[in-house]
C-alpha cells in the first residue's frame, strides 16, 4: 500500500514531517534568478528554470532527513507549462532520492473528468502503444465534497497503481468552521466527511492498519484533530497548518496513534524560506532549509509518542 511506503520511511527517519516545497519567484535567491535569466531571459521559462534549481538545492540538502515532499501545483501552474514542467521535473529529482511525494492539488470533480485527473496525478496515460506517467506522484490530495463520484476512479487508481490520496476533512483555514463544523443530524459536517474516508478506504488497508484514503486535518484545530484520530483509526493523517498558520507542536500530539504514527505534518514557507529568517548568506538558503527541518523535525518528535 502507498501510505506503508511512507509510514517506513516516516520510521527510518525517525521524522513524521513533510516538506512543502511551493515556491514563489520572491522565495528564490536572488543569485539564482539572475543565473536563470541570464540563460533564458525574464519569462516564464526563466522562473521556472529558477524554481527548479531552487527545489532541487533543497531538496539535496534534505532528503536523508524527510519522508517526503509535498508540492503545491498551483504555485508551479501560475508559471506555465513551463511552471507545469519544473513541478514534474521536482517530483521525479525528490522520488530518485528516495522521497514519497504528495501533490497538493485537492482536485475535485466526477466521473470520466475524476478518471482523467487521476490518472494525470497519480496513473499512467495511454499514448499510442505506450503507457507513460505524466507526474508521478505518489499521493494526491483531493476534495471530497461531491461525494462518492469523486472519489471512485481514483480508488481505482490507487489499488492498481500503488497509490493514495488526501481528503480535506478539517482544514486549517480560519473560516473552515463556517461549512465544516455545521451539523447534519448529531454530527459535524467535517466528522461526516471522515467517516466516508474510513468507508472509502475499508479494502485497501495496509500492514500498519491504515488506508489508501488519508485525511487533510489542520494543526490550527488540536481539539478536532484529537477527535478525529479517535473516530478513524484507519485514516492517516496530513497535518498543515503548523508553523506560519500558528499551528504548534504541543497541539498536534492528538495527530497520532498510540505508536506515534499515523499522521504526517507539514511546512512550507518556514523551510524554504528559512535563509530569510535567519538572515545568513542567501547562498547559504538550502542549508538554512536543512537547520529548520531539524528544528522541526525535534520539536514535534519531543510531544510525540515513539
Known sequence: MSFDRLIKNIIDK?????????????????????????????????????????????????????????????????????????????????????????????????????????????????????????????????????????IAPLLEICEKKDKGIFVLVKTSNKSSGELQDQKIGDNTVYAVMGDMCEKWGSEQIGEYGYSSVGAVVGATYPEQLTELRKRLPHTFFLVPGYGAQGGGAEGLKGAFDAKGLGAIVNSSRAIMCAYTKEGCDEKDFAKASRREVIRMRDDITSVICR
Not at 543569485?31 to 525574464?42: A, V
Not at 501545483?73 to 522521497?99: D, R, S
Not at 501533490?103 to 496513473?123: C, P, Q, V
Request: proline share 4%; glycine share 10%.
Open 14 to 150: 525517525k521524522n513524521p514531517t513533510v516538506a512543502g516545497l511551493d515556491p514563489k519567484l520572491d522565495y528564490v535567491p536572488e543569485f539564482i534568478r539572475k543565473e536563470s535569466f541570464t540563460k533564458y531571459g525574464e519569462t516564464l521559462e526563466g522562473a521556472a528554470d529558477a524554481l527548479l534549481t531552487f527545489n532541487k538545492a533543497i531538496i539535496d540538502e534534505i532528503y536523508d532527513l524527510v519522508p517526503a515532499i509535498k508540492p503545491q501545483a498551483a504555485y508551479y501552474e501560475m508559471y506555465g507549462w513551463q511552471g507545469v514542467k519544473a513541478l514534474t521535473e521536482t517530483i521525479k529529482y525528490a522520488q530518485k532520492k528516495g522521497l514519497f511525494v504528495m501533490t497538493d492539488g485537492k482536485r475535485n470533480d466526477i466521473g470520466a473528468t475524476m478518471t482523467a485527473y487521476a490518472t494525470a496525478h497519480l496513473g499512467a496515460t495511454q499514448v499510442g502503444s505506450q503507457m507513460i506517467e505524466a507526474f508521478g506522484a505518489d499521493a494526491l490530495t483531493v476534495n471530497g465534497y461531491l461525494g462518492t463520484d469523486g
